[in-house]
């Protein structure tokens, strides 16, 4: 009797599992949703209002096969004016016959007018919360142009214009340094801290090229590309200045975050082009009477790129003194900056103060209060050092034997 | 008592029970208080917990044939301790309901917002009700499966973290004193060390008593080791305020894995653990209910009360409270000195009271 009842009761129990675990209430059909793969805000059409710009793919033509000329464009994009970022996404339902779907969401633009202005704090939450958009999305901002703009341009190499921002990010970011892709929870994280400022890269379009570097196929649209910038500056949540991308290497340098650069040193009167493979900052605080200073110690280890002029790369002494100059070029490289950011800016973009509340957190709780006017006064030492190790495939530059006329 | 499982079964369900739900939960309420020195609390609060965990075998090893309610009624005499039972009867369904309540959240809120709570209440108590009529034979051998599958969801997690974390947000260390470890440290005490007490129902089922202190304290403490690392690993991915704002931080965390740009959105191993443990503490706070409300009425077999009190914690998991802010307020203030008094106070009572009683016989 028992084992009948409980024999009934697992089949009952399976079945109703049944039910319940394909999750059949939250389902979403594949044909029924739109992958967006950008998200951007503009300023709206009036003040209170804000515009939501999405980039949505086109599957039929996305997976078309290389060589099928398609004649529809891989993907869309469209906006929608909102008094909240939430509500506008909503008034999408107005132009597009599917539901939104974020999860595949590559990159989030914020238009540089807009994060001047009103701020982006009121934007931030919105994606901070929802389950569908993840923490670690890059988020750029569109200099001086509407993020509409910006993402209805096509990109030649990638099919989807957002996701070939997002790779124009890191590659400049890995191979020259000079950016950096920014992920939404380190904003929030920087926000909240009590003394760093945001620092967000930003991109804009380059003036239309000229025709004839495109094949005769492409049409006009897609004759101009996307440049990556420096750093857009904040205080707080707004945009005070732009650290142009000459500038924006030593900002890296500064924070610890190079990965690959090229170092241009001047050398007996030529130029010579130091390769850097990896940098090592060290930053370390330190309080004299109540005044902190900063040192910054950067290890750089690289190799010669390009030897220029009568340059005998066999002696150990030519490469010290390239080790020098490198050190020379960096270090005045980094305090320019440094000057910039402290007298121009006037924000700790550089997390100056986290590095003393980790190091020195008793002095931190008198500093704290007054942190805004002791950074513009904070005393910074660099302090750089340089390794070369290979010269590549030659040792003497040929311009040694070069005839001299 | 037919029933037997042996000591590894149990050192089993304690893991799989302290872990439960404090794998989701346990970061954002210790951080709250104590910010980057919230592992420190983690590790106190588990050192703590293996005190109190020290308490309740004590106390059951003293009388080596009788369960927790019979204990009451021989301590506290026959009424006041049934009615002290009684309590213990309601701490555990209680949490039963609180726990189903935790877990629906998190499907609920991560997964499907659409659909109404109720779904995922009846499949957790389709689960309950099957588990608990089969008995704590079936339980056992089920966890001892399943466990090893969490606990790999788990370490894997921690392991695929630890090229992102940034070793150096936990410092400074100590920056303001003593007070806010110890202030992060109460709330783990509450939820989930003192919540051991459900396994003084569970500890007069294994075979051999011998080992029994050794194995139930190392498994208490190798649950809290685990629970250090996520606590650790989540303030060194996220950072301290993230911590504090996010309702499923950990969750969180594993969202952020990315190796290789091929090796991402993992974030489903931790939720495979977080269902498979909560569904464990679960199971085994019902289960000790269910017993002990037999107990406290004399009933001849606790099977016949089960369908009833299905139907009660299922209720309860969504009447008790409201919405998801009286979730977390109710469990940040008022469950710490609730559980603490039925997990540590009364047992070390108890203990006390079998002393005294000891001495004059």
């Not at chain 1, 001047?116 to 994606?127: N, P």
């Not at chain 1, 380059?206 to 649209?221: G, R, V």
């Not at chain 1, 030897?307 to 100059?325: H, Q, R, Y």
Request: with cysteine.
């Amino acid at each position: 009797m028992k084992v009948k009842f409980l024999k009934l009761l697992m089949i009952i129990s399976s079945l109703t599992s049944l039910i319940f675990l394909p999750g059949c209430w939250d389902r979403t059909e594949l044909n029924e949703l739109s992958i967006v793969t950008g998200l951007g805000v503009d300023p709206g059409p009036t003040e209170s209002e804000i515009t939501v710009v999405y980039q949505i793919v086109n599957p039929s033509a996305a997976s078309g096969t290389q060589g099928v000329s398609s004649t529809m464009t891989p993907f869309m994009t469209l906006h929608t004016s909102g008094k909240t970022i939430y509500a506008a996404i909503r008034k999408s339902s107005r132009e597009v016959s599917r539901k939104l779907y974020f999860g595949h969401l590559q990159v989030i633009l914020i238009n540089s007018e807009l994060a001047e202005k009103s701020g982006i704090k009121d934007l931030l939450d919105m994606m901070y919360r929802d389950p569908e958009i993840r923490e670690d999305i890059p988020v750029a901002i569109t200099k001086g142009q509407k993020v509409d703009h910006v993402l209805s341009n096509q990109s030649i190499l990638e099919s989807n214009n957002a996701l070939s921002i997002l790779k124009h990010l890191d590659n400049t970011y890995e191979t020259e340094s000079c950016s950096r892709p920014v992920e939404l929870r380190e904003i929030i994280n920087t926000l909240t801290s009590p003394s760093a400022e945001v620092v967000l890269p930003y991109i804009a379009l380059s003036p239309y090229i000229s025709k004839s570097q495109l094949s005769e196929t492409q049409d006009s649209s897609q004759a101009s590309v996307i440049k990556a910038g420096g750093f857009a500056i904040f205080n707080n949540d707004k945009i005070v200045g732009y650290l142009e991308i000459k500038d924006a290497r030593a900002l890296n340098f500064i924070t610890d975050h190079i990965e690959k650069t090229v170092i241009v040193v001047p050398y007996k009167a030529n130029k010579q082009s130091i390769d850097l493979i990896s940098s090592k900052t060290k930053r370390k605080a330190s309080i004299k009477y109540g005044k902190p200073r900063i040192d910054l110690e950067i290890e750089i280890q690289a190799n010669v790129g390009e030897a220029n002029g009568p340059i005998d790369l066999t002696k150990v002494s030519t490469l010290a003194d390239l080790e020098k100059a490198t050190n020379r070029t960096v270090k005045k490289e980094v305090e320019d900056v440094l000057g910039k950011i402290q007298k121009e800016f006037k924000v700790d973009a550089f997390r100056f103060g986290e590095v003393i509340e980790r190091q020195h957190p008793k002095d931190w709780k008198t500093l704290k209060d007054n942190w805004e006017k002791e950074f513009v006064d904070l005393e910074v030492h660099v302090n750089v050092n340089t390794k070369i190790n290979d010269i590549g495939m030659k040792n003497k530059s040929f311009q040694l034997e070069m005839k001299k006329k | 008592m037919k029933e037997k499982i042996s000591s590894i079964q149990l050192a089993f369900l304690v893991i799989n029970f302290t872990i439960g739900s404090a794998l989701i939960f346990l970061p954002s309420s210790i951080v709250n208080h104590s910010k980057q020195d919230g592992w420190i609390s983690a590790i106190l609060s588990s050192l703590i917990g293996a005190v109190f965990a020290f308490i309740i075998v004590s106390l059951i090893k003293r009388f080596p044939n009788k369960n927790f309610m019979e204990i009451l009624e021989f301590l506290l005499g026959k009424w006041f301790g049934r009615l002290i039972g009684l309590f213990y009867s309601w701490f555990f369904i209680h949490l039963a309901a609180l726990v189903l309540r935790n877990g629906v959240e998190f499907v609920k809120i991560n997964f499907m917002p659409n659909t109404p709570m109720a779904v995922f209440s009846l499949a957790f108590g389709i689960i309950i009700l099957y588990t608990s009529l089969s008995g704590i034979e079936v339980i056992s051998r089920v966890n001892d499966i399943i466990l090893p599958i969490s606990l790999i969801g788990i370490w894997l997690t921690i392991i695929l973290m630890l090229p992102i974390i940034e070793p150096d947000k936990i410092s400074p260390i100590l920056a303001n004193g003593i007070k806010p470890i110890l202030r992060g440290t109460y709330p783990a005490l509450g939820f989930p060390f003192a919540e051991l007490v459900i396994f003084t129902m569970i500890i007069p089922f294994v075979n051999k008593q011998k080992n029994i202190t050794k194995i139930f304290v190392g498994s208490q403490l190798f649950a809290g080791i685990t629970l250090f690392f996520i606590v650790l690993i989540t303030i060194m991915v996220l950072n301290i305020y993230p911590t504090e704002i996010s309702l499923f931080a950990p969750f969180n965390v594993a969202r952020l894995i990315s190796i290789g740009d091929f090796l991402s959105r993992l974030e489903i191993l931790i939720s495979m653990s977080f269902i498979i443990s909560i569904g464990t503490k679960l199971t085994i706070s019902f289960y000790a209910g269910t017993l002990a409300i037999a107990q406290v009425f004399q009933l001849m077999d606790y099977r016949s009360i089960i369908i009833p009190l299905v139907i009660i914690t299922v209720s309860f998991s969504f009447l008790l409270e409201e919405d998801i802010a009286e979730v977390i307020s109710f469990a940040s203030t008022t469950w710490t000195p609730y559980s603490f008094l039925i997990g540590v106070l009364i047992p070390l009572l108890l203990l006390g009271i079998s002393f005294i009683k000891n001495d004059k016989s």
